[in-house]
């Protein structure tokens, strides 16, 4: 608050206090700050307030370390602006190899040297786990990113006769065969318990016959309906009304998308292009949710 100067705990043991520790208490807590917790001879009580005082002292280094990593941060923030005018900054972070921050632009992953030296771009592997990072965050991101659109933006399809623990979302397109290919098969998604979320994305852009169509479903009485008849090549009556079109476009454009079917499994796993259905379930079933 304005006006109040930053105060720390100092503890006190007021019956003894070997005079090396009290020397060490002094250099974090300020005489004016001085409180006096405990008071008695016992061994108990001794011990007590030192895994007291041991608690406060890892608390304050910690908020010491967090506030230079802040610091540290803002300061990174600031020369990549410089640097790179046009960069979108979402996010920077520290990652579990030591002297390698992570970048993240959007829906894209970056590695920085903390003096913004380099960055570079590409897949960050672990050889020893045979696991590649960035993938895993990759896909862990772009779901946070699906997630942040409700599902009453989507056409979902859900499994009849239990709630869906597991889900997969795909960007799709009426006019893409292997988009018609794979949704041939939704029963085996929801026969499994999961459910499939669409968000429509016309490959020709908006204002082509393939948005019109996909419009059209959107603004159907009863969009599944509407959806399977078009993937089977059904003529459907056209509509037009409100949509999240434009929506789903630019979360589309925001998670790299270079074609249809792009699919999300909400492991984090990203799948490219048309996987039989089987094999999907598969992986869900050998897979966690990201969190």
């Not at 041991?54 to 410089?82: F, G, K, N, W, Y």
């Not at 640097?83 to 894209?108: A, F, W, Y």
Request: hydrophobic share 40%; charged share 25%.
């Amino acid at each position: 608050m304005p006006g109040l100067k930053p105060c720390t705990l100092r503890i006190i043991l007021e019956d003894k206090l070997p005079a090396r520790l009290s020397r060490r208490m002094g250099n974090f807590w300020p005489r004016q700050c001085r409180i006096i917790v405990f008071n008695g001879n016992s061994r108990i009580m001794k011990k007590m307030a030192v895994n007291t005082l041991l608690v406060l002292l890892m608390s304050l280094l910690t908020a010491v370390v967090q506030a230079s990593e802040d610091e540290q941060i803002t300061q990174l923030r600031d020369t990549l602006t410089a640097k790179m005018p046009g960069l979108e900054i979402t996010r920077i972070s520290q990652t579990d190899i030591p002297g390698v921050l992570e970048l993240l632009s959007g829906g894209d992953i970056y590695y920085l040297t903390p003096d913004a030296k380099y960055m570079l771009q590409g897949a960050l592997i672990d050889l020893e786990k045979q696991v590649n990072i960035t993938n895993q965050r990759r896909g862990a991101v772009h779901i946070g990113m699906i997630n942040a659109m409700p599902e009453d933006k989507m056409v979902v399809f859900s499994p009849k006769e239990e709630k869906a623990e597991r889900a997969i979302t795909v960007f799709t397109d009426t006019s893409c065969p292997y988009c018609s290919k794979l949704h041939a098969e939704i029963d085996q998604f929801t026969d499994a318990g999961i459910k499939v979320r669409y968000l429509l994305y016309p490959r020709a852009g908006l204002g082509s016959a393939a948005y019109k169509q996909l419009q059209s479903v959107w603004c159907a009485d009863d969009s599944l309906a509407a959806m399977t008849a078009a993937k089977q090549g059904e003529s459907i009556t056209e509509k037009a009304c409100e949509n999240p079109i434009q929506e789903h476009i630019k979360l589309a454009q925001d998670v790299g998308l270079r074609g249809t079917p792009l699919i999300y499994l909400d492991s984090g796993e990203i799948v490219s292009g048309y996987r039989p259905a089987e094999q999907l379930v598969k992986i869900i079933n050998n897979s966690e949710p990201v969190k």
